[in-house]
């Protein structure tokens, strides 16, 4: 059985992706809306720097400095890794959090609509983001867990949570549409950890579809490292769309189309983010799959 003593709600991950910094600045001017009796929520701002100048980060993207190797260095070279041992101090320590669900909010200029983002395979993370999906059709799971190596996502403090990423919007700036989508979602997780410590677990479908991390994929580029196309005008906005063998990929300055020749069948996301060009992705690549649910007892079923 599941249960929750202490929540938190990060935003600000990212300085300029504002519709979670300012659903935390909501929720702490309103904490009403998120109390529940059963368990504490905690807010947090993560990267106050890099929103007071509204950039992704000061020195280095936060959402990067995670891994064990920075959290136990004693000295930070940057901001962000100072700050991701203070927020590793206060929520954590990484595997042994003081928090035992963390919710991590995230915007993209990607036609990404609602997704959940995965960094393991926990069976409740599982679970919570299969119940999103059956009361919001639009929620797409994504699971990004690389094989072999440390996730440094904020998330990965702890095990139970996930991170939410909603869009397409432009960074620096508040959809009112985005912003209710995105409330009522964190609502609606925190309203299924309330019954969780009731003993109950909403059930739906025995199984959901989620989008597994295969590979990114960079522009092309020439020989000096510079960007030599853009994404194919077919591909554009086509998030979560299959992409077959010989669909159009890129489409170069000098007008020529590249196209996607792996004989996998898969599933594009984060196509064309902005933040991303200076990581080198265009996109990633992922595959389509249908995973059974395993659920605790007793439970609530809900059929609507």
């Not at 203070?86 to 963390?102: A, I, M, R, S, W």
């Not at 933040?275 to 649910?293: F, S, W």
Request: aromatic share 10%; glycine share 6%; with cysteine.
């Amino acid at each position: 059985m599941e249960n929750f003593k202490k929540v938190a709600i990060v935003g600000g991950t990212h300085g300029n992706e504002f519709i979670g910094i300012y659903l935390i600045k909501k929720f702490e001017n309103f904490p009403q809306i998120i109390t529940k009796s059963s368990f504490e929520t905690l807010t947090v701002l993560s990267n106050p720097e890099a929103f007071q100048v509204s950039r992704r980060y000061v020195d280095k993207d936060l959402n990067r400095c995670f891994s064990n190797e920075i959290l136990n260095n004693s000295l930070g070279a940057t901001y962000e890794e100072n700050r991701a041992k203070f927020l590793n101090q206060t929520l954590g320590p990484k595997e042994n959090p003081q928090v035992d669900f963390l919710l991590d909010l995230h915007t993209t200029t990607a036609n990404m609509g609602l997704s959940i983002i995965l960094l393991n395979n926990h069976p409740f993370n599982i679970q919570l983001a299969a119940y999103l999906t059956s009361i919001e059709q639009k929620v797409k799971i994504y699971s990004w867990i690389e094989p072999d190596k440390e996730s440094s996502f904020l998330n990965s403090i702890c095990e139970r949570g996930f991170g939410i990423e909603v869009g397409p919007i432009p960074h620096g700036t508040l959809n009112a549409h985005i912003f209710a989508q995105t409330e009522k979602l964190i609502l609606a997780i925190l309203d299924y950890l309330d019954k969780c410590n009731q003993n109950n677990i909403l059930t739906t479908a025995n199984t959901v579809t989620i989008y597994r991390h295969l590979k990114t994929v960079d522009y092309p580029k020439n020989k000096h490292g510079e960007i030599e196309g853009m994404i194919h005008p077919e591909l554009q906005g086509r998030d979560y769309e299959e992409l077959k063998p010989g669909d159009p990929l890129f489409l170069t300055f000098d007008d020529r189309t590249i196209y996607y020749e792996d004989e996998e069948l898969v599933y594009p996301v984060f196509i064309n983010e902005a933040a991303y060009y200076e990581k080198g992705i265009a996109m990633c690549l992922t595959t389509k799959e249908n995973i059974e649910i395993q659920y605790s007892t007793p439970t609530i079923r809900y059929d609507d």
